[in-house]
């Protein structure tokens, strides 16, 4: 916990208390960073308290100027619902929607923006705020030497106003969110008091930052998307798989459920063998599973391993082309033509004249004698095998491993 307003604690240690988040709905997946206010929501409701999603469809189209250097594009209405749709399904893998007391609510501030009118809102809400405590807020302080425009500005009214929309018609009296967020929390319990509405109570999570001081949750190819069409489960599970030990002691403590002894367990049976990766593999395994499921998981693990010489050949099977493509980064990559294959190819030929992965048939036989290729991870021992287009993976490659640790990726390349 960063921040927390007085009372809070005393407020959800008195009775169950329904408490928000807000989620950004600019794209259509949630990504790893939006994680850790997923798992507060989580850890809220196994508490016993009700989580509310507000899932910004009305401030998606304001723009939020916490953290940001420059105004952002406006989403459509029609953009906007199928951001909010996706992300809701998301969502249902952490929390329980269904039943019971607590169940989660999802709510869309749209609905409840849409029919109020300009005047309305500066008349029932605007005057309840002076300027001179808006200005006073960092997010708008960073902002005016080089400008904002007023929707902008007036982002903290409207996500005040959120909070008191929850608060008379749900009956929500927290508001959580991120340690950015807090000026435009507290301009919602400022709000309330000013009308008297009611009482109301905020608290932050810190903002995670990697060891390296570099921010959680990018790469070098850009956000880890809980989508698997824009981060594949392969993709997911390395990311925390090659997270560093210091990391790591974090993230677990943060995005699993895992008891504290059983994190100490396993931060001791690390330390014993820190090139096992025991920490990260059972990070990676929690929180892959979780997102994405359990078949998913396999794959990724077993696919992690394929050039470590455990892998299988339906795990390669399995792997999108942009997957496999990413395992063999760095592997040598031979290019043969698809006529080549039309009527089958003799593997030595294959290997010792269309390719060179063997300088020459004789040693090329000796080793498949001897079991020492592998096609997709599969030995051979047959010097007569015919390769065809059955055996290539994704219709376009075969992998090929020359004793332990040499491999090959073949392409075929489609000519006349």
Request: with cysteine; net charge negative.
């Amino acid at each position: 916990m960063q921040d927390c307003m007085p009372g809070t604690e005393e407020q959800l240690q008195k009775e169950v208390t329904s408490g928000y988040i807000g989620f950004d709905p600019t794209a259509d997946s949630l990504g790893v960073g939006n994680l850790v206010q997923i798992m507060t929501l989580l850890h809220f409701q196994q508490a016993g308290h009700k989580p509310i999603a507000l899932i910004g469809g009305a401030t998606g189209m304001v723009g939020d100027p916490s953290g940001k250097s420059q105004e952002r594009n406006l989403l459509s209405e029609d953009i906007l619902t199928h951001n909010i749709q996706c992300q809701k399904k998301q969502l249902e893998k952490f929390l329980n929607f269904d039943s019971g007391p607590n169940a989660a609510v999802l709510v869309n501030n749209y609905d409840w923006f849409k029919e109020f009118s300009f005047l309305d809102f500066i008349r029932d809400v605007g005057k309840h705020i002076t300027v001179n405590y808006m200005l006073a807020k960092d997010s708008v302080k960073s902002r005016l030497e080089n400008g904002m425009s007023f929707t902008e500005f007036s982002y903290q009214l409207v996500q005040g106003y959120d909070f008191l929309y929850l608060l008379q018609h749900h009956a929500c009296k927290l508001q959580m969110g991120g340690s950015d967020q807090w000026g435009n929390i507290v301009t919602g319990t400022e709000l309330i008091r000013r009308k008297g509405a009611g009482e109301a109570f905020a608290l932050t999570t810190p903002l995670i930052r990697k060891a390296d001081g570099t921010k959680f949750g990018k790469t070098e190819k850009g956000n880890i998307w809980l989508d698997p069409l824009k981060t594949s489960p392969y993709q997911f599970y390395q990311f925390w798989l090659n997270a560093s030990d210091s990391d790591t002691s974090t993230y677990i403590r943060i995005f699993t459920l895992f008891s504290k002894s059983e994190i100490e367990k396993l931060e001791a049976e690390h330390s014993q063998a820190p090139h096992l990766r025991i920490l990260q593999k059972a990070l990676a395994k929690d929180i892959t599973t979780r997102v994405h499921s359990e078949a998913d998981y396999e794959m990724a693990a077993s696919a992690s391993e394929i050039l470590f010489g455990k892998g299988t050949t339906e795990s390669l099977k399995m792997l999108s082309e942009t997957d496999l493509l990413t395992i063999m980064e760095g592997v040598p990559q031979l290019e043969i033509s698809n006529q080549d294959l039309n009527q089958g190819i003799n593997i030595v030929d294959l290997l010792a004249e269309k390719t060179n992965v063997f300088p020459s048939k004789g040693e090329a036989k000796k080793m498949i004698q001897g079991g020492g290729v592998s096609i997709n991870k599969e030995k051979i021992n047959e010097t007569n095998l015919l390769v065809t287009e059955q055996l290539l993976l994704n219709n376009k490659y075969l992998l090929i491993q020359k004793g332990k640790k040499n491999y090959y990726l073949i392409r075929v390349s489609i000519t006349n």
